[in-house]
Structures are given as structure tokens and as C-alpha cells.
């Protein structure tokens, strides 16, 4: 029998009336209560359940139970998940966390943390595993962690009692079980996060922690590495321009300081007709031949702003990497040692935060993003990654000041003169 790994809580007391040190309870919401965030359809909603308090063995049972009973009475319908949970837990048993996301994915579960609740060590590892994101996700229905809800991880360790009492007549054997077991702790960590495909530095870097030091989510950059995403993210009051250098820096594959990017403006007229010039260049680069070379040898097909939209419209419908104009539209260069490279075309709405569109400047061309927003948030992508979106809670005795995420300084970004082309039309 291995000794127990725990994920708790070290030093932090649980908030007055939430019971929280206790075992974990698992119950279904009223129907009566307050509509949810996660409404599925406009008549129908979820059924909704909350586990609070320790996690302990035996929990994941009880889950798996309550999930199949759900599972008959609501069979799962296509791209809709089965349930939303609230957790609210100060941690607990290592394996049975991980036991309770496996849970949550398989049966297509979307957990979420209420602005009031704390969901730590074990508690964070399970809510890794309900990130469920339903067929035509919009924000905030299929997202995580409201803000002012508190999620952080930290490092496991042996149940020292419990070890104790099964080798306490054979020293040599406590240590070969205490190796063993944390030896068997990692293994389970490294596979649970590869299996909710995060990166393979979350286990690392979780494991390199001392056990009472916590890594809260509070960052963009966060919340994008462990698919989560706050509820309550409003647009960033950032010029466009910066939100569009920022839509860039995500979509690269190695994002660059924002102090090298270069942002112009393509006046609104133009924007189309621009991004078929680069359409143009990027044949002209590979020598292609064929009617459409031809076209644009000749210019025929710009001489009529209908003529230059439906080329532009064809294109896009053929698959060429065009972004759809929807709102200002900005080139985003780079400043590579004194050289200035063009990087992406990005055109933003100015209504909707969701609704941006973005195409990279590659070498042979025009080329999709290679990192795509994830679709329960877009609006991720107009943050930089190390704006903070859900800050850590501060400790007791320091000066509570909340600085909100746009108010901080922010790097001014360069603007770019657009070349023209007039000068080159025959």
C-alpha cells in the first residue's frame, strides 16, 4: 500500500463559513437557484453541481456515480457538455485530484471557480481536467475562473504519519517507500498533464516548488498555457494598434518584446487592395506562372474597388491566407537588428473583442497563424501574456492596492509608414 501524496494547503486558513477542512461534499444545485453563466441553450440549462471542501479518497467514486446517473437520466448531447461543478477546495489527496479531472474530461464536465472560492493544489489539478469546450464556443459560456477566484498549484508531499506507521520498525525500508512513492507521485503528474495537453513544463516547474510555495494563475500568458480563461475579461483599453500588436505576438511561433514591433495603420479604403499586393509579391517571389500571375502582372485586377473585392472575396473562398476585413486593419512589423520585416496583417472589430482576424507574412508569402486563439476567448490574444488578469491574493499585512491590468505603463509601440504602390502601376 503506498503512503498517501497530499496536495494541501500549508498555512492558509479556510475562510470562515465554508467548511472547508472538511471532506469533500459533492451536491447538486436547485434548480431554483440563479441562472448560470453556463446556460447550453436559451430553455435548457446544465444541471449544475458543487464539490467543496477536502479532497479524499473515495471522492472520485462518489463523482463518478452522481456523473453516471446524470449521464442516464440527460444523455449527452452532441457538442454540449453534460454538467458544470463548481469547485471550492483547499486541496487534498494527489491521486484522487487527478482522478476527479480525468473525471471531468471524459465525461465532458466544464468546471468552474466562483469569484468567492479558493480551488488550490489538488482542487487546480482537477479543474485542469473540466475545461470542456462545446461545439460554437462564445465567452464566457465554456470558461473557467471568475475573476477574483483564487486558483493555485503547488508541489506534492508524502503523508509523513502515514508512512511512518508502515515502516516504522525498518528505517531503510522508509526511505525505498518514501522514494517510491514520490517517484510514482511524478510519473502521475507528468502523464496527467500530458494527457490535458499542457506544456511539458507545467509538471516541471510544479515539482521544482517548494511545497509551500504556490504558482497562482493570475497572468494572460497563465491562462493560456493550461487552457483556462477568466470570466469578467473585458476588452484591454489599449489603442487598437497596441491590441493588434499584441494579437501578432500571440499568433507567432516565438513571440518577440513588444519594444522591436512596428505598427501601421492601412487606411480603410486600401486594406484590401494592400493585402493582394502582398498576395502579388508573394508570386512574384516564387516566379508562379498561370492566369492569376497574369492578373496581377498587368494590373487588371485593381483598376475597380469592386474588381479588387471580388478578387479579394474568391481568394479568401479558395483558401489563400487573407484575413476578413473587419474593422481597422494594421500591419505589425519587427525590428530584427536595424531590419524591418513585416510579420502579420491583423484587422480588429472595434465592437467585439472575439471577432478579430489575423494572417502572418511569411517568406514564400501570406500563411495562417501558428498559434490560434482558443475559441472560448479570443479575446486573450489583445493581451500581452504578462498583463495580469486574475491577480494572487495579497498577504494580510501588505497594503491592498488593485491596479487594474490596462492602468500600468504600458511600452509604446513605433508606427510604420506603409510603402505605396501607386508609383509602380504602369
Known sequence: MLAFLVLTVIGISPLPGTGQL???TIVSLAASAP?????????????RLRLTGMIEPGDAERLRDLLNKLN?????RPGMPLATIELSSLGGDLS????????LRSYRVVAVVRKQDLCLSACALALLGGNTVRTGAAYPFDCNVEVGGKVAFHNFFLDRSHLRRMTSDDPIASRLQGFADGRSGAAMLIKYAADM???????????ARPVEEFQYVETIGEFLALNLCPIGLERPRLPLSHQAANVCNNSLAHPVPLSAIIVGQIEPPRARRYMLERVQDGLNAARARGKLADQFATWSVMRSRDEVEKLYDDLRAAGVALPEIVGPTFEVAVNEAGRIRAACYVSLSSADPDRYEVVLQGPRGLAEAVRKPPANARRLFLYDHQAV?????????????VVDIEDRQTPPLASRQLPG???LRP
Open 22 to 24: 472538511q471532506a469533500a
Open 35 to 47: 441562472a448560470s453563466l453556463f446556460s447550453r441553450t436559451v430553455a435548457v440549462e446544465s444541471p
Open 72 to 76: 442516464e437520466l440527460l444523455p449527452l
Open 96 to 103: 484522487e485530484g487527478v482522478r476527479i479531472g480525468e473525471l
Open 197 to 207: 495537453g499542457l506544456p511539458p513544463a507545467f509538471a516541471a516547474n510544479l515539482m
Open 389 to 401: 488578469a486574475n491577480r494572487r491574493p495579497l498577504p494580510e499585512d501588505q497594503e491592498r492596492v
Open 421 to 423: 504602390r501607386d508609383a
